[in-house]
């Protein structure tokens, strides 16, 4: 039976083309050496899932499949929370717990520091990256301003405001002047936009301001990232691995976990159709995905897929980092062929049901009782199933991973210091700029009656005895709803920015 099992294995994880060695294959505490795990690095890009309880190795999974794309020529992008993925930057320490986990599987130990840019939503930790609010587009902006439907029907006319006078709002302040400003004019000038009440406006402004508090002015203006500086190599063919870090706001989830799906999005629209690759451009880790998920509207859920669905073929593989696949919605976990899932825990009825969903996720085997097998892993063991070539799954197979090359922990402050003043993008993106926006541009037009700004400002006569819509309802029936439903995407992808410039 045991020569069944690792001549399976053997048969499902032999591919011809260039692959990232994972691991060894274990069954009943025995390790079979002889028998690599591997992921293809052509299906790199068919996306996939880092799953398991706190503590059980989903990190240095991580790690490890950054070290190898990085020295395969992958660039890399990955968000680190607490600080401890700094370590990819310098090599390893061979110690004797790690050095006999490589003599039981049988693979050498080289370590190996990786070429890391560190990035920073404040600046503090790393290059400073910026979105304007126009490209951050309604949808996403709605998901960090905790909007309901309402309230984010309302924001989605605002952007459609802007776009139909020009307005260019790049940053926090334009988009307030821009409130303040539909504020000041009365419900007539307003009917042509979805009857946006100024209580409704009032609400929204107090949601900036709490969003301002939190610092969000700091990414939201210019100079915008550029997502073409995530695809960079180094000189000697290496992938540059790029980290987010987030331990100077991991406790305002909503703003770094959308802000993540911007860059998403921005790759989405930027990058060149490529079809078929024999490695990706782009390997992009989402970690704390649930995070993006929780109580994101419908129509953002619905971008979300989309974008995972078809940016793979622009080459980019996205994985998400999580405790349960319950935590990915069923239409996105549907598109995540590349499966790595560390040891559940089922310390409580809710934790039994996660445990016998995740488990019914997985291909049947004959070598493994799957739920069973889910608790027993070790730290640093995963049940592994990838797609071969062929785009078919493999055989669920209980692994016990290679450990990363990389130094396993956070760096210590002064090798971070150097790494941050050694990043390539500091200059580039240290200095702010503010150039003639909505908000110069609405104390201009202050003076001028809105009658005179253009026919969108005139009330639209409504019929005497029918009952005033919602203001959902203006945005399902109103003559705007097509222009606004392209808003929508628009602002989502980016390309409400690009014809504002």
């Not at 222009?483 to 014809?499: H, P, S």
Request: hydrophobic share 40%; with cysteine.
């Amino acid at each position: 039976m045991a020569q069944d099992f690792a001549q399976t294995i053997k048969d499902g994880y032999h591919f011809s083309g260039a692959m990232l060695d994972v691991g060894r294959p274990i069954r009943d505490g025995k390790v079979f050496p002889d028998a690599p795990v591997g992921l293809p690095m052509a299906m790199m890009n068919r996306h996939g899932l880092i799953a398991g309880a706190t503590g059980t190795g989903k990190t240095k999974t991580l790690q490890l499949l950054a070290g190898a794309l990085s020295e395969a020529g992958v660039p890399v992008f990955l968000a680190d929370l607490k600080g401890d993925l700094s370590g990819l930057a310098q090599p390893g320490v061979a110690n004797d717990k790690l050095q006999a986990r490589c003599k039981d599987l049988k693979v050498p130990f080289t370590p190996k520091g990786h070429p890391v840019e560190f990035l920073s939503l404040t600046g503090k930790q790393g290059a400073q990256v910026r979105a304007t609010v126009s490209s951050f587009g309604p949808l996403l902006l709605a998901k960090v301003l905790d909007l309901n439907d309402t309230q984010q029907g309302v924001l989605t006319l605002l952007f459609k405001f802007c776009d139909d006078q020009h307005l260019p709002i790049l940053d926090l302040p334009d988009l307030k002047a821009v409130v303040a400003y539909l504020q000041g004019l009365d419900s007539k000038q307003l009917a042509g936009y979805g009857g946006m009440s100024k209580s409704a406006l009032g609400v929204l402004n107090r949601k900036l301001v709490e969003l301002e508090q939190q610092g969000a002015d700091l990414f939201l203006g210019e100079p915008e990232f550029d997502i073409k500086d995530l695809l960079r190599t180094t000189p000697d063919g290496k992938g540059v691995i790029s980290i987010l870090s987030l331990t100077d706001i991991q406790d305002r989830p909503a703003l770094f976990s959308t802000f993540m799906m911007w860059l998403l999005g921005e790759l989405f629209q930027q990058l060149p159709q490529r079809g078929d690759v024999d490695k990706p451009v782009l390997v992009f880790f989402f970690d704390e995905a649930h995070l993006l998920f929780d109580e994101a509207s419908k129509a953002l859920l619905n971008q979300i897929e989309q974008v995972v669905k078809l940016i793979r073929s622009k080459g980019v593989g996205v994985y998400f980092v999580t405790q349960t696949p319950k935590d990915i919605p069923a239409d996105v976990l549907a598109q995540l062929g590349n499966r790595f899932q560390h040891a559940l825990r089922a310390f409580t009825p809710d934790d039994a049901k996660a445990l016998k969903a995740t488990a019914g996720t997985f291909p049947r085997t004959p070598f493994y009782d799957i739920e069973k097998e889910l608790t027993s892993l070790g730290i640093g063991e995963a049940l592994v199933t990838v797609l071969d070539p062929q785009g078919r799954p493999t055989p669920v197979v209980a692994t016990r991973l290679v450990p990363p090359d990389s130094f396993m922990g956070a760096l210590d402050d002064k090798d971070l210091q150097a790494a941050l003043k050694a990043g390539s993008l500091q200059a580039r993106y240290a200095q702010a700029i503010d150039r003639e926006s909505a908000r110069e541009m609405l104390q201009k037009k202050m003076a001028v009656p809105a009658e005179e700004m253009g026919t969108d400002f005139k009330s639209v006569p409504r019929r005497k005895g029918k009952p005033e819509p919602s203001i959902a309802e203006e945005i399902l029936k109103s003559p705007l709803t097509r222009q606004i439903g392209r808003e929508v995407v628009r602002g989502l992808f980016g390309l409400l920015k690009k014809n504002l410039r």
